[in-house]
Each structure stands twice: as C-alpha cells, then as structure tokens.
C-alpha cells in the first residue's frame, strides 16, 4: 500500500547542521514525504520546498538535509 512519511526522529543528542540523508523507496508502492506534518515532533518535521507534500511513484529517493537553525529536514533533491 502507499504510504506517508511525516517525519525523521532526530538523535538522541539531536541531529547535527548538515547532516545529509538519504531516503530510497524500493517498493513498488509510492512514497509521499509529507510537508511540515504536525502528527511529528517540530524537529523532526520535513520541509519539502513545495508547500506541500512530494511523491515518488513506486520506486525513487529522497535527499535531505538537516537544518539546526530551522530545526527542520530539508529537501534538497528528488528522483521520482
């Protein structure tokens, strides 16, 4: 079934500026990385650039980066 990220849980210290990640769908299902999504904690929230949230339509991937100063995931690129 398709399904929604809403978020990504920071570490235990929390997540340092900069750090890139990765996120690679390789169901056949498509993946929506939801945008600022209040069902995640404020940290964790995932800013897509859109306004809204992104898709990939079955298999694609996601690259963000974590931004300290917006205490945000940030969406750098997609491969939908």
């Known amino acids: 079934a398709p399904f929604t990220i809403t978020g990504v849980a920071s570490a235990a210290r929390g997540t340092p500026n900069g750090r890139i990640l990765y996120l690679f769908n ?34 694609g991937m996601i690259q963000m980066i974590y931004s300290t100063p917006d205490s945000r995931w940030v969406v750098l690129a997609t491969q939908l």
């Open 26 to 59: 390789a169901t056949t299902q498509n993946m929506t990385i939801a945008n600022e999504d209040v069902n995640s904690a404020a940290e964790n929230r995932i800013i897509t650039g859109s306004g809204a949230g992104i898709s990939t339509t079955g298999t």
